[in-house]
Nanobody
Framework: QVQLVESGGGLVQAGGSLRLSCAGSAGHTFSIYTMGWFRQAPGKEREFVAA????????EYADSVKGRFTISRDNAKNTVYVQMDSLKPADTAVYYC????????????????WGQGTQVTVSS
């Protein structure tokens, strides 16, 4: 199974930017997977943030991040990214990347493979 490791989280002021990365384990055909980003704030359920197709040609975003976040991938590096701009305190959460062979999945139950998460904290 593919293993995923997120990085790039941290503390940022409102209005700032962060770029999260998610590296897939070597030896797997990373490009076959739809990749997604999810987040979970304290006391809340895990929610969908963004997804990108295996080729990178299709993307989906949650309404709450549309226009502020951009998902991308580099299959040669087995890595998916999410560029987060105009960050708000409401974006504070643990961010997880996930992989699935399903096309453009947007619910957590459709993703069997998950990273350990990276904390993003946005101060006001």
């Amino acid at each position: 199974q593919v293993q995923l490791v997120e990085s790039g989280g941290g503390l940022v002021q409102a209005g700032g930017s962060l770029r999260l990365s998610c590296a897939g384990s070597a030896g797997h055909t990373f490009s076959i997977y739809t990749m997604g980003w999810f987040r979970q704030a304290p006391g809340k359920e895990r929610e969908f943030v963004a997804a990108i197709s295996w080729s990178g040609s299709s993307t989906e975003y949650a309404d709450s991040v549309k226009g502020r976040f951009t998902i991308s991938r580099d299959n040669a590096k087995n890595t998916v990214y999410v560029q987060m701009d105009s960050l708000k305190p409401a974006d504070t959460a643990v961010y997880y990347c996930a992989a699935t062979v399903k096309r453009m999945a947007t619910t957590s139950r459709e993703y069997p493979y998950w990273g350990q998460g990276t904390q993003v904290t946005v101060s006001s």
